[in-house]
DNA sequence: AGGAAACTACACCGAGCAGTGTAATTTCTC
DNA sequence: GAGAAATTACACTGCTCGGTGTAGTTTCCT
């Protein structure tokens, strides 16, 4: 065998088994209404080994969050080009946040983590934060077009947060509320082109 | 006496405390975190007198609900003028949406609907269309202005969804999902201009 | 092979929950 | 002032939950 024996450990199996479970389980049910019991039982464990894993709900639950951020990272940045089209690469811009938007880590991750929020405003705080940073990458893009010359905005932030709404009210926000299945590929490219024209007919 | 022994009977006093007490409650913690025993201690009401006004906490979840969408309302339609700017009457509309996102009542009402809504899937879609129909009026406007030859607009309903989540983007998401505070008018000034000045860039 | 580590079934605890029944007290209405 | 209606305190049912303790079994590692 080529790696020793390290991958098919019983316990890391079980461990494995618990998380995916729970991850089903908060996501369909939410935080309040998932309970210990249930999540043994989809992960096919004893109640006692999950608390052997996580000494608490509580705990389980951060767990998750963390997993799940991890995995929705895989965002490599897109910097300016002074020597491309604005268009174009708006259009990268948009459609790689549409992909990332679409992720299945993402949507589970944004789902929980909202639902969460709603109710306690302390939490809310942190996760805004976090949230906005991944969506620095665009804002410093607009700064960096304006600085070029080639964009007319005073206000990056805010100019970033228009052309993400215009994204985020076709391919988010009906997702996360309200469980829609996500874009298909016609509609996502009518979408960012749509919002990239428009964008671009007031701020070039 | 005007109003003969009408307006201050027990019974009433009663029944709208526990109404309000549950609104707070709900509000705050959503449904499933919600007991009765608490709405019933806020109240300053025996919990038996809550049951003895609503048979089950999903009644009086239904009534509260029922409640808020008839005191969100409050809108009279926007019909087209062929004679008027679209600018101001765009102006117009978007200001409009914006003092009802603002509403007390609507900002209590979304909270809960969504809360429940997004671990609901059959909820969730009743809600959705009560919600589009309110976003009907927009999509009129625009269809008729699309009419009359002064935009240039093929598909009404995805238009008005763009200029909704330019401004949702600013007024209601935030609000909803990050308990964060309304935006004050000069904010609310600019995020319509904006999202209007770039709405007609692109479609007039 | 043998000891350590992990897993399991199961019983249990204390708490909170939605909802009910009742008998006594207060309030309304005429 | 009398009868009806509403409110109250309180006890109670049946259920679910998060979490623990235990004793026996299985799996891992050397």
Known sequence: MPTPTRPTRLTDL???AILEAAIDEFRSAGYEATSMDRIAARAEVSKRTVYNHFP?????????????????REGEELVYRPDLPLRDQLLELVGHKMRLLHGEAFVSLARVAIAAAIHSPERAQAMVARMNEREEGLTVWLRAAAADGR?????????????QGLVKTFAFWPQITLGQP???????????????????????
């Open 14 to 16: 079980k461990r494995a």
């Open 56 to 72: 608490s709900k509580e705990v389980l639950f951060i767990e998750i969050m963390h997993q799940l951020w991890e995995a929705s």
């Open 182 to 204: 996500p874009l298909r590929p016609r509609e996502r490219k009518r979408v960012a082109e749509s919002a990239v024209d428009m964008f671009l007919a007031w701020y070039a």
């Open 151 to 163: 964009l007319k905005i005073d206000d990056p932030v805010f100019a970033a947060h228009q052309l």
